[in-house]
C-alpha cells in the first residue's frame, strides 16, 4: 500500500489528537485542521513526524464556514498531491441548554454547517481524487443512538444535524462502494476532560462505576475503532455506524438534559 495521507478535522486536540496519532502509526501522513489551537496542531505534526517519520501539516480552518472549508481544501492539495481518508472530527456544540426556539438564526446554522454542510462541502471536494485512485476512507463522528434520530431535548441543532450526518454517511456509502470508497460512522459515548486524550492502559487504572465496562473511555477507545476502519483489509465494512460506548446508556440519561 502507497503512504496515503489523511484530512483530519478538529485534529489538533482531545479525540481529534487520539485519532491523529493512531492514524499516522500506520505509516498515513496526517492533514490536522484546526480553528484556534495553532500551537498545539504544529507540535502534534512535529511529534507526529518524530515518532512515525510521517509528513504532517497544520491547516487553519474553520469548518462552520464555506469559504474556510474551500481554503481547507486547497491549501492541503497544494502540499499533498491527495487525500485518501477524510475524518470529520469536527463537531461544533453548544453547552447551553436551550430549546428550538431560543436559537438564534446564526447559533443554528452553525451547528449545521460545521457538522452536516462541512461533510457536503469537503466530500463534494475530495471524492473526485479518491474515484480517481479507486480507494477511499471516509469517518464521521456520531452520538449514541444517533442512527434512530432520536428527539434530544435541549440540543435540538446539534441531533438534527448529527442524525443527518447518519443518512448521508449511509448513502454516500451506496453511492461510492463500486469505487473503492468505505463511509461510516462512529459514535463515542462520555469520553470528557483528559480522557479525550488520554490511552487505554490509563483507564484500566481506574474504577468507574458509571460505565458498565467499569472505566473510563478514552480517545483511544474511539481511535483504535478508526485505525481498523482506514485498513485495506476493511473494505467490506461500510455504512456502518458503530457505538463505542462501554455498553453506556449515554443518550438515556441526556435525553432531558
Not at 491523529?20 to 480553528?35: G, H, L, P, S
Not at 484556534?36 to 480552518?61: M, V
Not at 479518491?130 to 480507494?135: C, L, P, T
Request: neutral net charge; contains cysteine.
Amino acid at each position: 500500500m502507497n503512504t496515503k495521507t489523511a484530512l483530519i478535522t478538529g485534529g489538533s486536540t482531545g479525540i481529534g489528537s487520539s485519532i491523529a496519532w493512531k492514524v499516522a502509526e500506520q505509516n498515513v501522513n496526517v492533514i490536522i485542521n484546526y480553528r484556534h489551537s495553532e500551537q498545539k496542531a504544529i507540535e502534534l505534526c512535529e511529534a507526529l513526524t518524530n515518532k512515525y517519520g510521517t509528513k504532517n501539516i497544520a491547516i487553519k480552518a474553520d469548518i462552520t464556514n464555506e469559504d474556510e472549508c474551500n481554503h481547507l481544501i486547497q491549501q492541503s492539495l497544494a502540499k499533498t498531491d491527495s487525500i485518501d481518508i477524510l475524518i470529520h472530527n469536527a463537531g461544533p456544540y453548544i453547552h447551553e441548554k436551550k430549546k428550538m426556539i431560543e436559537y438564534s438564526l446564526d447559533e443554528w446554522s452553525y451547528l449545521i454547517n460545521g457538522n452536516l454542510q462541512a461533510l457536503f462541502i469537503l466530500g463534494k471536494a475530495i471524492i473526485p481524487l479518491m474515484r480517481k485512485g479507486k480507494w477511499g476512507r471516509i469517518i464521521t463522528i456520531g452520538f449514541d443512538r444517533a442512527e434512530t434520530a432520536p428527539g434530544w431535548m435541549y440540543r435540538s441543532a446539534f441531533a438534527a444535524a448529527k442524525s443527518g450526518v447518519v443518512s448521508l454517511t449511509k448513502t454516500l456509502a451506496l453511492e461510492e462502494a463500486e469505487n473503492g470508497i468505505t463511509v461510516n460512522m462512529v459514535c463515542p459515548g462520555d469520553i470528557i476532560g483528559k480522557w479525550k486524550e488520554s490511552d487505554i492502559d490509563d483507564a484500566c487504572t481506574v474504577k468507574d462505576d458509571r460505565t458498565p465496562v467499569g472505566r473510563p473511555g478514552t480517545g483511544e477507545d474511539v481511535a483504535r475503532v478508526i485505525a481498523f476502519l482506514i485498513e485495506p483489509a476493511s473494505s467490506f465494512i461500510t455504512g456502518s455506524v458503530i457505538p463505542i460506548t462501554g455498553a453506556k446508556d449515554v443518550l438515556g440519561k441526556n435525553l432531558h438534559q
